[in-house]
């Protein structure tokens, strides 16, 4: 069973950086594309950042480029979104997200419960 679980959330000022960080479960994960996605209060889910299985690959949302890196280490089951220059409008929860194609939709197979990130102006 696949399990996902988020961690280095939290109440940060804006224009700091921040590192959110996912641990997966199964072994799927090396060939699996995987996804941050945002859902900022009183909005849908948004996929913010995506990268493909063998990490040659990433999609970002218009809102994010330049300010967000996802990154993943296959030998840790590990993904990663490093956001630099935060705004108050990046609050939200951000989910991890497993097995699915690269771009602008919220289907993915598998989540991860969510960690929280409030910007402070």
């Known amino acids: 069973q696949v399990k996902l679980v988020e961690s280095g959330g939290g109440l940060v000022a804006a224009g700091e950086s921040l590192r959110l960080s996912c641990a997966a479960s199964?072994?799927?994960?090396?060939?699996?594309?995987l996804a941050w996605v945002r859902r900022a209060p009183g909005q849908q889910r948004e996929t913010v950042a995506a990268?493909?299985?063998?990490?040659?690959?990433?999609y970002y949302s218009d809102s994010v480029k330049g300010r967000f890196t996802i990154s993943r280490d296959n030998s840790k089951k590990m993904v990663y979104l490093r956001i630099d220059s935060l705004k108050p409008e990046d609050t939200g929860i951000y989910y991890c997200a497993q097995r699915g194609l690269l771009g602008p939709h919220n289907d993915w197979f598998f989540w991860g419960q969510g960690t929280q990130v409030t910007v402070s102006s």
């Open positions: 199964d072994t799927s994960f090396t060939g699996d594309n």
């Open positions: 990268i493909a299985y063998s990490g040659g690959r990433t």
